[in-house]
């Protein structure tokens, strides 16, 4: 965890601003909803983020199961898109399922998973990995991989950097990957965008964050996967199949990363206040 405050967190993605997709300035139409049961006859389909939206921690947010299996019921199509890209997909199935909640497993759509889809025809390229061991390679066995640790030698002799868990990340181990891309410039892609993500106690730093000071201090210019980048919304869109997108819903908790994410994809947003991001008390 860190002691980064809501301001200091939204000036962080406001510095980033200029790698985050853009999106035109217009009109837009404002309204208040208490909860999702209220707007239920617009949409046809709710992409929800998961923390913030469906949890805080290892808890579901009272009711939020209940509202979501009433959508279900009244014939609403209910996907999660998250950028829980530090866990494989059975690891978030069965967090869901002990929190009461009823997902297929085609409904759960994480960066994790936009990553893999773009890594097909790399299979050959040895990745220097950021991620945490104890969550293990469920997904990510067919790559060639290092964990990134502190030995130095892995930093300087592999041919790309995955970024996609940062629980284990360190400071030294940061200098360690900036020095080597300075030293020699490779791609870096980056598997969770977001630069920090609310907790029960404070927030904690995520692989944005690192991507982003990297991309400052050594010039090299990070792929990202995952909200708010296009990516991740082609891939939910691709599994909806034929949908009227202006009957689809984004809720989240972030601005620039679940609503901005939904603009630049020409999709609807709902913004939720009371968990999450702007909730000015932690649980």
């Not at 939020?64 to 898109?81: D, F, H, N, S």
């Not at 990510?140 to 284990?168: H, K, Q, R």
Request: one cysteine or more.
């Amino acid at each position: 965890m860190t002691n980064i405050s809501i301001e200091d967190a939204f000036e962080a993605y406001e510095a980033a601003r200029h790698r985050l997709p853009s999106v035109a300035a217009k009109d837009r139409t404002f309204r208040w909803a208490g909860t999702l049961e209220d707007i239920a006859e617009d949409f046809d389909v709710f992409l929800l983020d998961a923390f913030g939206v469906l949890n805080i921690g290892e808890t579901a947010i009272p009711g939020t199961p209940e509202r979501i299996a009433k959508l279900k019921a009244m014939g609403k199509r209910v996907l999660v898109v998250s950028n829980a890209a530090g866990y494989p997909h059975a690891t978030l199935m069965e967090k869901y399922t002990r929190l009461g909640y009823d997902f297929a497993p085609q409904d759960i759509i994480t960066s994790r998973a936009t990553l893999l889809a773009n890594l097909n025809s790399q299979h050959d390229v040895h990745w220097g990995l950021m991620a945490t061991p104890s969550t293990g390679l469920r997904e990510l066995e067919g790559l060639n991989l290092t964990y990134l640790e502190e030995d130095s030698a892995p930093y300087d002799a592999v041919d790309g950097i995955l970024m996609i868990g940062s629980a284990a990340w360190t400071e030294v181990r940061q200098a360690l990957l900036e020095s080597a891309l300075l030293k020699r410039p490779r791609p870096v892609l980056v598997g969770n965008p977001d630069i920090v993500a609310p907790r029960e106690n404070g927030f904690s730093s995520e692989p944005g964050l690192f991507a982003h000071r990297l991309a400052d201090r050594t010039g090299v210019v990070p792929e990202f996967f995952g909200k708010p980048f296009g990516n991740i919304f082609e891939l939910a869109l691709k599994r909806l199949g034929s949908v009227d997108k202006s009957r689809v819903l984004m809720v989240g908790d972030s601005l620039h990363t679940d609503i901005l994410g939904a603009r630049a994809a020409g999709i609807a947003s709902a913004l939720v206040s009371g968990y999450g991001f702007f909730c000015r008390v932690r649980y």
